[in-house]
């Protein structure tokens, strides 16, 4: 079956750490998304990657970081800078990003809390 | 500045009614307008709207975008439990999709 996967579902940080979110797609899609999404509010872009080795800040970029090394891959570094890191991430991919309005397809989602 | 509001934040109903969620938006270079239902985990994609006046319905759901009055409903009849969850509107403009903040629907039984 073809999809978004992310992992893991649950994450806990501690102060201090840098986490990383796990996001891989066989859709042969090219573009591919971060979104954090907090309770009440709608989906924020966090970084968004079109091509391989490209990608480019959101609107909610500070202190996270992305890596776009293979098409099936967009992993999400939570990085200590993020202050306030707790929140619903989700990973999304669709064919190309919004030239032609497709939808995106997403993953279920990763929860990360901070202990 | 894009943006997409969506109204009400949030709605009670009672199994059997009928529902109207609105999506209105401001954005340059509309390419398209877009219903995902939100149930735990992953949107999961409803409609795509490109012409104004053109109804989309699949089942008990149907949506339709003005694009001179710049929004967009999404109508749900007979509504059944099942139907509680979150509905986003998310608008597709320069390379990008912004997305508003949802309707939180529950229904009662």
């Known amino acids: 079956d073809g999809g978004i996967t992310q992992s893991p579902k649950y994450l806990f940080r501690k102060e201090g750490q840098n986490v990383t979110l796990s996001c891989e797609q066989n859709l042969n899609h090219d573009a591919m998304y971060w979104y954090r999404q907090d309770p009440g509010q709608g989906l924020r872009l966090i970084y968004y990657?079109?091509?391989?080795?490209?990608?480019q800040k959101g609107d909610i970029a500070e202190g996270y970081s992305v890596s776009r090394e293979k098409k099936e891959s967009f992993p999400l570094t939570v990085t200590s800078a993020q202050k306030n890191p707790t929140a619903f991430y989700l990973c999304a991919s669709s064919i190309e990003v919004g030239r032609h309005g497709q939808p995106q397809h997403f993953g279920d989602g990763t929860r990360l809390s901070i202990l | 500045e894009d943006k997409v509001v969506q109204s009400p934040l949030s709605l009670v109903v009672h199994e059997g009614d009928t529902v109207t969620l609105n999506c209105s938006y401001e954005?340059?270079?509309?390419?398209?307008l877009l219903w995902y239902k939100q149930e735990k985990k992953a949107p999961t994609f409803l409609f795509m709207l490109?012409?104004?006046?053109i109804e989309k319905k699949s089942g008990r759901l149907s949506s339709i975008l003005d694009k001179k009055e710049l929004f967009s409903i999404l109508n749900i009849t007979a509504t059944q439990t099942g139907d509680s969850a979150v509905y986003l509107c998310?608008?597709?403009?320069?390379?990008?999709?912004?997305f508003g903040t949802g309707t939180r629907l529950k229904v009662l039984a």
């Open positions: 490109t012409s104004s006046g």
């Open positions: 954005v340059t270079n509309f390419r398209s």
């Open positions: 998310a608008l597709t403009g320069t390379y990008k999709y912004i």
């Open positions: 990657s079109q091509i391989v080795n490209d990608f």
